[in-house]
Antibody, heavy 119, light 109 residues
Framework: QLQLQESGPGLVKPSETLSLTCTVSGGSISSSGYYWGWIRQPPGKGLEWIGNIYYSGSIYYNPSLKSRVTISVDTSKSQFSLKLTSVTAADTAVYYC???????????WGQGTLVTVSS | EIVMTQSPATLSVSPGERATLSCRASQSVSTKLAWYQHKPGQAPRLLIYGASTRATGIPARFSGSGSGTEFTLTISSLQSEDFAVYYCQQYTNWPPGLTFGGGTKVEIK
């Protein structure tokens, strides 16, 4: 059974860089036909797609975040990562990683990790 | 960007009753629409993709319909475990990418 687990600091200072890693287990991150994505949910708000990456390196970013986001993949570690620069309080959210069937739907998702931006 | 609008924001339903949730797209997404269930503190769960195909392991009481700009998720007989927030998501517009609706909270009446 495929499982994804987010990890990273739960507290980031304003203007600094948020860094998270998603570890994939129970399946191959290099499987054909699957992208790997990041989604976030600010407190009390809905879901926002951040971006996704294919094991070969093809990447798509949400245009509203593109200038601050970098997603990368390390197939040797079965991990993919998110970096979000110049964070503000508006970036406080639960961050989820998920597998994406081609550029379609997300399934399954990780449990999510809360990242708070505060000094 | 395609804007997805869900209604109502909150739906109060008694256990055993039917729940009907709506999702509207600002332009046609054909049937490239998914529905998710999200409970507090848990990972969102894929319910429906392709507007009407149930994901693996999803009970038959969940059904999706619609195409173009109007979509519906129906829960035929609400069980206690179905009280959650439901999101729709379109995946037709690459680039720039996909968008989620704002969610409908299904609560106990």
């Amino acid at each position: 059974q495929l499982q994804l687990q987010e990890s990273g600091p739960g507290l980031v200072k304003p203007s600094e860089t948020l860094s998270l890693t998603c570890t994939v287990s129970g399946g191959s991150i290099s499987s054909s036909g699957y992208y790997w994505g990041w989604i976030r949910q600010p407190p009390g708000k809905g879901l926002e797609w951040i971006g996704n990456i294919y094991y070969s390196g093809s990447i798509y970013y949400n245009p509203s975040l593109k200038s601050r986001v970098t997603i990368s993949v390390d197939t040797s570690k079965s991990q993919f990562s998110l970096k979000l620069t110049s964070v503000t309080a508006a970036d406080t959210a639960v961050y989820y990683c998920a597998r994406m069937e081609w550029l379609h739907w997300f399934d399954p998702w990780g449990q999510g990790t809360l990242v708070t931006v505060s000094s | 960007e395609i804007v997805m609008t869900q209604s109502p924001a909150t739906l109060s339903v008694s256990p055993g009753e039917r729940a009907t949730l709506s999702c509207r797209a600002s332009q046609s997404v054909s049937t490239k629409l998914a529905w998710y269930q999200h409970k507090p503190g848990q990972a969102p769960r894929l319910l429906i993709y392709g507007a009407s195909t149930r994901a693996t392991g999803i009970p038959a009481r969940f059904s999706g319909s619609g195409s173009g700009t109007e979509f519906t998720l129906t829960i035929s007989s609400l069980q206690s475990e179905d009280f959650a927030v439901y999101y729709c998501q379109q995946y037709t517009n690459w680039p720039p990418g996909l968008t989620f609706g704002g969610g409908t909270k299904v609560e106990i009446k």
